[in-house]
């Protein structure tokens, strides 16, 4: 028996419509195929154009004409100035913000402390690693340094270590005898050098005579002098004066024990740090001395007003102690004064862009160098006033609220945000005491301000070309020397 579909019957359906209906169900189909395209179309059209319009707000800062092939703007440094001298001069021309190639790799250049600011705030952790060039493998253990340590664990742990075990207040002042050890030898064998060279010469003038003649002075080459005597001062590790307390390196042995850091084995850690605060920091403090030597020699005003702030809050019948310190305000100046003038590390220390950003309005590529030139922004007319004059007044005037610790861009000495200068309070404290000591203890015979050479060169830290050589002679009361 036949059966027949009742909707066929009733709707007449038959094999003719389903065709039609089939075929309308697929133009159907199609057109919203067509839709869905056209938007997903649309919304990429529209991403696209987002993307383009982001790019194009965010093209690529100017790059410094007179690339060469290979070595790119090499050439260049090698100008007769210095390198951060010479980027200077092509910020006047081309802007604060510009890139130069350093062989195959691009660096950013920073001129004004508004872009250094957004540089170390905004975009700090993009800037907290280092590059890893050959040289810095080798000397630093693998980048083993602290500073030369990319960021990430690491770096971190160790910085922990530094700061609280190493560098931390109660460290500090529990080897404050050995820096007050190293600084009155220092002094008094210079005076007894002035001794035997007066007994030699048939003179027999008391330390405290009024009287002067060249004669009555030695001379002493100040940068060899510095950098021995900073040398003494760090050396704390092998020296039999601390004796009963516990060096750094029995500080960070004990660390280590309890808790490893990872990548290296506890006696890299500990040669790599020992090595990096001994002689790092020694480099910075001497050369930072004899700038300021060199200075206030040739500023001969200033040199007489530190000499009569020292004679006022010390006198001449004590010796300055490191509690002193504080007390000397026109000291503290003529130190921040230096350091303005002569950064360390004019270009800061290295950095490198681990992912893309933005500066200035500018896109920033991974990979690229961060040269923020601190010799320029510390010379900006719009924030101090007669910047190429040495004026310590001004930290006492118009900029006295102006410190060191990396939150005022404008004077950056020792870096900013997550890598600044980890011993900077140690190292302003070596260079306040050892400066007042050796300013109170000895008169210095006033050359003529022409003859001092401020010719300088970009070396490891930026360092006085010619030496420095003074002729001196004590000044205080016998009985300071005899205690020494």
């Known amino acids: 028996m036949t059966h027949t579909n009742p909707y066929k019957s009733k709707y007449g359906i038959g094999p003719f419509s389903t065709t ?3 075929q309308k169900m697929e133009l159907v189909l199609n057109y919203l195929n067509i839709t869905t395209i056209a938007l997903i179309s649309l919304i990429s059209l529209f991403f696209f154009l987002f993307r383009l319009s982001k790019v194009s707000h965010t093209k690529n800062p100017p790059t410094i004409p007179g690339s060469w092939p290979i070595l790119g703007h090499l050439p260049l440094m090698r100008n007769t100035q210095t390198p951060h001298k010479t980027l200077a001069s092509l910020a006047d021309r081309y802007g604060p913000i510009f890139t130069i190639k350093l062989g195959a790799t691009h660096a ?21 690693s280092r590059p890893k060039p050959v040289a810095a493998e080798i000397m630093s253990y693998n980048q083993a340094f602290i500073g030369w340590a990319p960021y990430g664990a690491y770096w971190r742990q160790l910085r922990k270590i530094v700061t609280m075990e190493i560098l931390s207040k109660h460290r500090v002042e529990l080897l404050s005898h050995i820096r007050v050890s190293e600084v009155q030898s220092s002094i008094k064998e ?7 060279q007066s007994q030699a010469s048939g003179q027999s003038e008391p330390l405290n005579d009024t009287k002067s003649s060249t004669n009555d002075y030695v001379s002493v080459e100040l940068n060899k002098w510095f950098q021995q005597l900073t040398l003494n001062m760090k050396g704390v590790g092998s020296d039999d004066k601390v004796v009963g307390e516990r060096d750094f390196m029995d500080a960070m042995l004990l660390v280590l024990n309890d808790k490893p850091i990872e990548m290296f084995d506890a006696d890299t ?8 605060l001994i002689i790092g920091g020694s480099d910075t403090t001497a050369g930072t001395l004899t700038w300021a030597m060199s200075l206030l020699l040739k500023n001969p005003h200033v040199l007489k007003k530190a000499k009569e702030e020292l004679n006022t809050q010390i006198g001449k019948e004590n010796c300055v102690r490191e509690s002193d310190v504080n007390k000397l305000v026109y000291l503290d100046a003529i130190i921040k004064e230096t350091l303005r003038f002569y950064p360390p590390a004019p270009f800061s220390s290295p950095r490198e862009f681990t992912e893309d950003c933005t500066i200035g309005g500018y896109h920033i590529k991974k990979g690229t160098r961060l040269m923020p030139n601190l010799w320029k922004i510390h010379r900006d007319s719009r924030v101090w006033s007669d910047p ?18 990396g939150q005022n861009f404008e004077l950056l000495p020792f870096g900013s945000g997550r890598r600044r200068c980890a011993g900077m309070s140690l190292g302003l404290h070596m ?11 000895f008169d210095i015979l006033n050359l003529s301000p022409e003859s001092i050479d401020l010719t300088e060169v970009l070396e490891f830290t930026s360092t006085k070309v010619t030496p420095l050589e003074v002729l001196v002679k004590p000044c205080l009361s016998p009985k300071c020397y005899e205690i020494m």
């Open 20 to 22: 039609i209906i089939n």
């Open 190 to 196: 210079l005076v007894n050098t002035w001794s035997h």
């Open 431 to 441: 260079l306040h005491y050892i400066l007042a000591n050796f300013l109170h203890s």
């Open 269 to 276: 850690v500990i040669k790599a740090t020992t090595m990096e």
């Open 108 to 128: 950013l250049v920073l001129n004004n402390w508004e872009l250094a600011k957004e540089c170390f705030t905004k975009n700090d952790i993009v800037v907290s």
């Open 388 to 405: 190429l004059e040495f004026k310590p007044e001004r930290f006492l005037t118009t900029n006295k609220d102006v410190d060191l610790g």
